[in-house]
């Protein structure tokens, strides 16, 4: 959950927080230097708020109602706008949700309603919720505003630091990646997409050349853990077809050991998993930034995830 002195609705005029870009300490392995780009700094403890914030206080006054279907951090970006402009929420999640993020949600007096299924059955059942009742459903990764609100924190990495050569984006449902593709350009950076090695599913997407639904797995990185990509982020991904990495859960959760050793980054699995990739692949003496893109965690359950001993 958002420190309180990060909630949109004590600060209106910044709520979108200029996130650090920190150095890494530890092993860089074949980097030169590896930057961690903390988004659990963020309002709501993800990246998430960026896009959803903007998005939500564009819309006309007479959308009484949002509605959502997330794994938590864009319902909490949904709710906490919601919030903002004195409108109620109704967020969908799946039953293995983590509490601190249910916990979230309801602090920001959303409604939330667990699923018996998968984050497209929370998707559907939302869609379907929000047209039954004249609702406005705000879309996670298929909407190109979203995408585009993204931009802000690429904007801010640049102006950050001016020299740089990859950068690692954990992917879901692909917002974030699409988003990053579309902003380093010009000049070209290499963008390279992590996902977790049980739910592939951009990998396998851009393989197949069409969308694939890869079957469910309780990952601990449960954020970028969904069954299948986005048909907009796909189809800027086909276009530009990034560089792909898969990690394992136990790499993932070395990353998260490490940027709570290191740095007392509290990141989620999805969070760690840009780390997690960057110490899979060579960097050859070059400069990387990862995007640490969420925190948003039971305490308990992270403190038992970094306290098991390494295989």
Not at 25 to 30: I, R, T, Y
Not at 207 to 218: D, E, H, K, N, S
């Amino acid at each position: 959950m958002a420190s309180s002195s990060n909630n949109p609705c004590q600060f209106a005029d910044r709520a979108v927080v200029r996130t650090p870009l920190l150095e890494y300490a530890g092993d860089k392995l074949e980097w030169s230097r590896i930057y961690l780009k903390d988004e659990t700094k963020q309002t709501t403890g993800s990246f998430k708020f960026r896009s959803v914030f903007r998005r939500l206080n564009s819309l006309p006054a007479r959308d009484a109602l949002f509605v959502a279907a997330s794994t938590g951090n864009h319902g909490l970006a949904v709710a906490a706008s919601a919030d903002f402009k004195g409108v109620p929420s109704r967020i969908y999640v799946p039953e293995r949700t983590p509490q601190a993020k249910i916990k979230a949600l309801s602090s920001f007096n959303a409604t939330v309603i667990e699923v018996n299924g998968d984050y497209l059955d929370c998707v559907m059942t939302a869609k379907r919720w929000a047209e039954e009742n004249g609702a406005h459903y705000v879309e996670s990764f298929e909407d190109p505003d979203i995408i585009d609100g993204h931009r802000s924190l690429c904007r801010e990495i640049d102006e950050a630091l001016a020299e740089f050569d990859a950068c690692f984006v954990p992917v879901g449902g692909g917002g974030l990646l699409a988003s990053a593709l579309g902003h380093w350009l010009d000049p070209p950076r290499t963008v390279i997409g992590v996902e977790a090695a049980c739910t592939a599913a951009m990998t396998q997407s851009l393989a197949a050349g069409t969308l694939v639904r890869v079957p469910p797995y309780r990952s601990i990185a449960e954020g970028i853990s969904l069954p299948s990509v986005g048909w907009l982020p796909f189809s800027i991904c086909e276009r530009a077809m990034p560089q792909m990495t898969q990690v394992n859960e136990e790499q993932i959760r070395r990353a998260m050991k490490l940027l709570w050793g290191y740095h007392s980054i509290r990141a989620e699995g999805a969070g760690a998993a840009s780390l997690a990739g960057a110490l899979q692949v060579a960097g050859r003496g070059r400069c990387c930034i990862c995007l640490i893109s969420g925190g948003n965690i039971d305490p308990e359950e992270f403190q038992r995830l970094i306290s098991l001993e390494q295989i």
